[in-house]
T-cell receptor, first 110, second 114 residues
Framework: SQQGEEDPQALSIQEGENATMNCSYK?????LQWYRQNSGRGLVHLIL?????REKHSGRLRVTLDTSKKSSSLLITASRAADTASYFC??????????FGQGTRLTINP | DAGVTQSPTHLIKTRGQQVTLRCSPK?????VSWYQQALGQGPQFIFQ???????QRGNFPDRFSGHQFPNYSSELNVNALLLGDSALYLC?????????????FGPGTRLTVT
């Protein structure tokens, strides 16, 4: 069974708009990581946020973590066509075993 | 600096056959994890190798086995293939067994079982 659940399952926005994806999980974690996957190929690591962190930024990405609600969000600002991909959150429950959600399919329309 | 590499890229096998997939970790990484990703799903953890030993295992049958070599590269073996084994198999590498290390994924091997 999978730990995380992403919401929404699919998101379609216009280029230039912001995209927000949410992730919920069930158990205590050491960290939470977000990944991007293009066309069913390898996963690209986007950002890691530790359980004692609340917010982290990387370029156009902003990730928040609320351990009391067991949830995280990924915000992509000023979206581009190249951001079209599936986005996954993965929780690290210890010793680097990652538990993934089912992902959000993001489509950026030109 | 080479990233994680996997071979082959695609593979077609028949039910009942055996398959071996290969992974070379990113330079400087010593831990390799394997994941199975069915179509439309998120990756699922199969097992992890560190210091040539299986350290953790997910909910996969014994038909799935692996190996890590002294140069940290790894193999995933699947015996008695089933149609349900058709998936993208992803290898990820990282450093040590720490809890807060990023994992870098390879491009995957697409296995089709007919």
């Amino acid at each position: 069974s999978q730990q995380g659940e992403e919401d929404p399952q699919a998101l379609s926005i216009q280029e230039g708009e912001n995209a927000t994806m949410n992730c919920s999980y069930k158990t205590s974690i050491n960290n939470l990581q977000w990944y991007r996957q293009n066309s069913g190929r390898g996963l690209v690591h986007l950002i890691l946020i530790r359980s004692n962190e609340r917010e982290k930024h990387s370029g156009r990405l902003r990730v928040t973590l609320d351990t009391s609600k067991k949830s995280s969000s990924l915000l992509i600002t000023a979206s581009r066509a190249a951001d079209t991909a599936s986005y996954f959150c993965a929780t690290n429950q210890g010793a680097q075993k990652l538990v993934f959600g089912q992902g959000t399919r993001l489509t950026i329309n030109p | 600096d080479a990233g994680v590499t996997q071979s082959p890229t695609h593979l077609i096998k028949t039910r009942g056959q055996q398959v071996t997939l290969r992974c070379s970790p990113k330079s400087g990484h010593d831990t390799v994890s394997w994941y199975q990703q069915a179509l439309g799903q998120g990756p699922q953890f199969i097992f992890q190798y560190y210091e040539e030993e299986e350290r953790q295992r997910g909910n996969f049958p014994d038909r799935f086995s692996g190996h890590q070599f002294p140069n940290y590269s790894s193999e995933l073996n699947v015996n008695a293939l089933l149609l349900g084994d058709s998936a993208l198999y992803l290898c990820a590498s990282s450093v040590g067994a720490g809890h807060n290390n990023e994992q870098y994924f390879g491009p995957g091997t697409r296995l089709t079982v007919t």
